[in-house]
């Protein structure tokens, strides 16, 4: 059963300059795994971490860190929920998560399904 969707779109050169002008926001949205990425693949993973958001019902106290995109079999991407992220997942019942992230013409999306 679907417990949340969750979508967010994210304007990669807009990104870039964001984090050209404040550094500090590498290390307070992604996991060390994430962070040495091209701009493309942050942009969509950042659209990730907001989607998760979205799906859990965007609960008050998570952190981006807290969701990280993670590669699998075949390059499939993955999340890995830890934190107040992990916790309200839990409390939903949700037990598998379906992402899906692409990039195109200066343009990083995100879908996220959490289900139960």
Do not use: N
Not at 9 to 17: G, H, L, M, Q
Not at 30 to 42: G, H, I, M, P
Not at 71 to 82: A, I, K, S, W
């Amino acid at each position: 059963m679907i417990v949340g969707i969750g979508v967010d779109v994210v304007d990669v050169a807009r990104f870039e300059e964001t984090l050209a002008r404040r550094p500090g926001l590498r290390t307070r949205l992604f996991t060390e795994a994430e962070r040495d990425l091209r701009v493309e693949s942050l942009a969509a993973r950042f659209a990730a971490k907001e989607a998760v958001a979205k799906a859990l019902g965007a609960p008050p106290g998570l952190l981006h860190v807290e969701a990280e995109v993670v590669t699998g079999e075949h390059g499939r991407p993955g999340l890995r929920v830890t934190g107040r992220a992990a916790e309200v997942a839990a409390a939903l019942g949700v037990t598998r998560w379906h992402v899906s992230l692409s990039h195109d013409g200066g343009v990083a999306v995100a879908y996220v399904i959490a289900e139960s």
